[in-house]
């Protein structure tokens, strides 16, 4: 995989400009060294080249002592210079590696580890539009973007592997701060290098695909316009399928780049590839070679996604689904948290809890997770609302779930008053809601006994029928029961009552 991350660096690589390739208005952005003009210098961005550093490190990379700019050569509309300020032989980071976790997926490897080649920095071409009338217009808002390019190690065996790959890398961009990582918007694009190779004879060295015996590797398929994760896994799926008829066929094929082509489900011949002889790299004459580890200083990570997901199943407890659809973004992580530490407070000053046994908050943190991954996210969907959008407090739904764990509101009450604090544009407190709409949970015995009673004696031919041994008839008399207390009892109390007086 070769993917390229767009950096949101408040200026772009070379010159002074705003960095903003979303910007509308065509060509507002721009300034003679990103329109090529003769006679410009390039001026190194350095926060990008920080960025390239971390990046490089939170794939595990090491980062060279030394590194340099290269001149890409080709000729394109995009790129006025007639060539690309990228880097060639000493990238700012290579040999990392990432690891991914399948726990819950079938068929596939349980864990893979994906080898990074390199991480290295350059600058992103203008935009080009193809107008209707033959002719092309040309953007340089994006032209000068400062761009990382990770190219890694030809480790995906399969096409859910590689687009698993690109949802974590993603991931890692928003951690770090970087990028947004947008695919839709071209803030992250992929690209698969697919080679299809007969099992059996060929090897993989140190990285390398290497022939065994006589047999001839077969060329390599670079393929692009992968513009969703869902494109990423279809496309590779496609080209794995194209490739293994033609060699059942026994036919072969030049190096080339192909198209997805989304709506009619196929990729397209686009060019013959160039290799990479043909672009004539060469040092950049205009930037001297720099030391990207002095250049970028003291860096912290700060926790990884893998490492959150980690210690949210471990030490929270939260189911390993949850913790990856929680530690995946970052703002529901921090509202997890959050969530979790009113949650350790508040059960302190809850006289039920107070003091009980040790492992309590772990039952109580997993409660929380299924309740914000299950419920919440179901309703702020449907609301159209982000994490980010709430108007109520973490404090207030940490209250919330200790309502639950403590059995004064059943599920479908929470539930109701969830809805009730998601629609309100104010903070507002669960037990307020609760004691307002008289929602509590009866789990007051005697209540329950009395409404068992009742029931009893109103449905004596229901309770003869359990007496003679027709066990479904129970959970007639619980409904009856649940009816009768107007849904607030709990029905676990209402059931062992039931079973008590009539056994
Ligand atoms: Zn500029």
């Known amino acids: 995989m070769e993917v390229h991350v767009e950096l949101k660096t408040a200026s772009k690589m070379f010159c002074n400009c705003k960095n903003d390739p979303d910007e509308p208005k065509p060509n507002t952005n721009i300034c003679p060294t990103c329109t090529a003009q003769p006679g410009t210098l390039p001026i190194p961005n ?29 000729f394109y509309p995009d790129l006025p210079k007639a060539y690309q300020i990228s880097q060639y032989d000493e990238p700012i980071a290579e040999h990392g590696e990432i690891v991914l976790e399948f726990p819950t997926e079938e068929n596939i490897r349980e864990q893979v580890k994906i080898g990074i080649t390199r991480v290295h ?30 190219v890694t190690d030809p480790d995906f065996m399969t096409a859910i592997e590689a687009k698993i790959y690109c949802q974590e890398l993603r991931t890692i961009m928003r951690y770090l701060n970087v990028s947004d990582a947008d695919m839709e918007k071209g ?14 004879k060929f090897e993989i060295v140190d990285g390398v695909v290497k022939a065994l015996g006589d047999y001839k590797l077969n ?8 513009n969703s994760f869902k494109a990423v896994e279809r496309g590779i799926d496609y080209e794995i399928k194209r490739q293994t008829e033609m060699i059942e066929k026994g036919e072969s094929w030049i190096q080339q780049t192909r198209g997805w082509n989304e709506d009619k489900g196929e990729t397209v011949m686009q060019r013959k590839k160039e290799n990479s002889d043909d672009y004539r790299y060469f040092p950049e004459p205009d930037i001297p070679p720099f030391h990207p580890v002095k250049i970028a200083g003291d860096i912290s990570l700060g926790e990884l996604p893998q490492a959150k997901r980690k210690r949210f199943h471990e030490e929270y407890k939260f189911s390993y689904a949850d913790a990856k659809i929680l530690s995946d973004n970052k703002n529901w992580a921090n509202f997890a948290e959050e969530v979790i530490s009113e949650l350790i407070e508040w059960l302190d000053s809850l006289p039920e809890t107070k ?15 299924g309740w914000i991954t299950s419920k919440l996210m179901g309703i702020l969907k449907e609301k159209n609302k982000d994490i980010t959008g709430i108007s109520f407090t973490a404090e207030n739904f940490a209250e919330l779930i200790a309502l639950i764990y403590t059995k004064r509101v059943n599920s479908t009450n929470a539930g109701k008053i969830l809805l009730i604090m998601a629609g309100s544009d104010k903070d507002k407190d669960p037990t307020h809601i609760l004691e307002e709409k008289g929602w509590g949970q009866v789990s007051d015995e005697g209540k329950i006994n009395e409404l068992v009673e009742d029931a009893i004696k109103s449905y004596s031919k229901q309770v003869e029928e359990f007496q003679a041994g027709k066990e479904t008839v129970l959970k007639f008399l619980i409904g009856m029961v649940m009816k009768a207390s107007e849904g607030n009892a709990d029905p676990k109390v209402v059931e062992e009552i039931l079973r008590g007086k009539l056994s």
């Open 219 to 226: 060329n390599k398929v670079e393929l692009k316009n992968l």
């Open 46 to 74: 350095k926060k990008a080249v920080q960025w390239t550093v971390k990046i490089g490190k939170a794939l595990g990379c090491s980062i060279r002592e030394l590194s340099k700019f290269d001149r890409k050569h080709y």
């Open 121 to 150: 920095l350059e600058e992103d071409t203008a935009k080009l539009t193809h107008a209707n009338d033959g002719s092309t217009l040309v953007d340089f808002n994006r032209a000068g973007t400062p761009l990382v390019e990770i």
């Open 187 to 200: 803030h992250m694009r992929c690209e698969a290098n697919i080679s299809l190779q007969e099992a059996g």
């Open 355 to 369: 003091n009980k046994a040790e492992n309590v908050p772990q039952k109580i943190t997993r409660l929380a997770g």
